[in-house]
């Protein structure tokens, strides 16, 4: 018999309260008025109780009359918070009048609160509710939406909304996080919550949605905080090595600078490394006429800047694996003319026993790679290069570049250099 005693329904609506299901919002709110919360409130609670049918109640008419009882007493225990219990009358063919619950209802949210212990959270999420929506009704959608996370933050509200009053009034200030000048608030505070003032400013500000290029376009997800919101970012450097042992370009043999400097003086020499790995660039021969710029992964934003790369003699090196070439696929969307070295089969093959597992492969359409380096992108997400029982993985291969013999990688660097003579 599958009954509603009083235990399960207060852990159902304790559920739906945590979820926020009873956070109601006045409506229509209106700046610089109270919202009206018992307007908004439904006119009553009403909770349905999972009762017997009439088969069960003759079969368990004990079971019955202790459900009832429970009822009662809750009800008579939980008369003070509102809670009030409906009563339906049956008349039975052999056992006769009887009466059992049939619902519970609460007249007021407030009732609702009490009998869950809940009064002071209640209190508290119209307090932060009114504030927020006083000051800003714009945020009405957000606050239906989120009202949990409005009333996380409720120790913190009125820092959030100062801290939107001063963007609202300071749009595109080009400061960084670390000079806003509104009271409590600092560069950690905004970092922790840069979330839910991005959700609050796209609202409040439309333009904030709109390119920073200024050309119309809706601005990219991948726009970081300060971009979107016009404070200055923490400049991105690109760090490179002079490896031309005739050089006078400078006497540094290890440089990082901003990447707006970078792009904005050529270096001399025609051939240009990119390499992912610190050590490996680090550990580098001199070689004539060539630079090496460490890689960063995915996103050549910044280093795509620096235009004059154009004109150079590019040649990318990263992992062996999906991950590299898709890599070297975003690389060519900047520079269609980068070529890759030791990221070909033959050295895939040539170095099986160093191969290890790729934890997360790319497996999308990359457009920009070579026939010869398409198949074998392809071979590595089907996993078509050997036998599988011919390597002891469970997975898609990769070999880390760190792993190729360092008289491979001369001998590669020699071939370079004489391809880029022809």
């Known amino acids: 018999m599958n009954l509603s005693f009083p235990d399960d329904l207060k852990a159902k609506l304790l559920d739906a309260w945590r979820k926020g299901k009873y956070f109601t919002v006045p409506e229509p709110v209106s700046e610089n008025s109270c919202p009206d919360y018992a307007a908004s409130e439904p006119p009553n609670l009403r909770f349905p109780l999972k009762g017997p049918t009439a088969s069960e109640s003759l079969k368990g008419f ?33 056992l006769g009048k009887n009466r059992i619950p049939e619902a519970v209802i609460f007249f007021q949210l407030d009732d609702l609160a009490l009998y869950l212990g809940k009064r002071k959270e209640l209190d508290l ?82 333009e904030a949605l709109v390119s920073v290029s200024g050309d119309g376009q809706p601005a990219s997800p991948a726009l970081s905080f300060e971009d979107r919101f016009g404070f200055r970012a923490k400049p991105e450097l690109i760090r490179f090595r002079i490896l031309d042992p005739l050089s006078t370009f400078t006497p540094y043999t290890d440089l990082s600078v901003p990447a707006d400097e970078f792009a904005s003086v050529t270096l001399p020499q025609s051939r240009i490394l990119i390499i992912e790995n ?17 890689g960063r992964g995915y996103g050549f934003t910044s280093l795509a800047k620096s235009r004059w790369l154009a004109d150079k003699n590019i040649w990318y090196w990263g992992d062996l694996d999906t991950n590299g070439f898709a890599i070297l696929d975003q690389l060519r969307s900047a520079f269609p003319s980068a070529r890759s070295f030791l990221m070909d089969r033959k050295t895939l093959l040539a170095n099986r026993d160093k191969w290890v597992t790729e934890p997360a492969p790319a497996r999308r359409s990359l457009t920009r790679l070579t026939v010869d380096e398409n198949l074998l992108y392809r071979d590595l997400l089907e996993n078509r290069l050997v036998p599988l029982d011919s390597y002891p993985l469970n997975g898609i291969p990769r070999l880390e570049q760190e792993l190729i013999p360092w008289q491979t990688v001369l001998a590669a660097l020699e071939k370079i250099i004489l391809i880029d003579l022809v």
Not at 69 to 80: F, N, S, Y
Not at 157 to 184: C, F
Request: glycine content about 4%; proline content about 7%; some cysteine.
């Open 278 to 294: 610190d050590i490996t660039a680090l550990s580098l021969p001199s070689l004539p006429d060539t630079a090496v710029i460490f």
């Open 125 to 206: 999420w119209r307090a932060v509710c009114a504030l927020a929506l006083v000051r800003y009704p714009a945020l009405e959608p957000w606050v239906r939406k989120r009202p949990l996370t409005l009333l996380e933050n409720a120790p913190i509200l009125e820092m959030l909304l100062n801290l939107t009053d001063w963007y609202l009034a300071n749009r595109k200030s080009g400061l960084y996080l670390r000079q806003v000048p509104v009271p409590g608030v600092d560069t950690k505070f905004i970092e922790r919550n840069r979330g839910l003032l991005k959700q609050w400013w796209n609202l409040l500000d439309p």
């Open 62 to 94: 004990d079971t019955v009359r202790r459900w009832t009882e429970a009822w009662a007493l809750h009800a008579d225990k939980e008369a003070r918070s509102g809670l009030t219990l409906v009563w339906k009358e049956w008349d039975h063919r052999q």
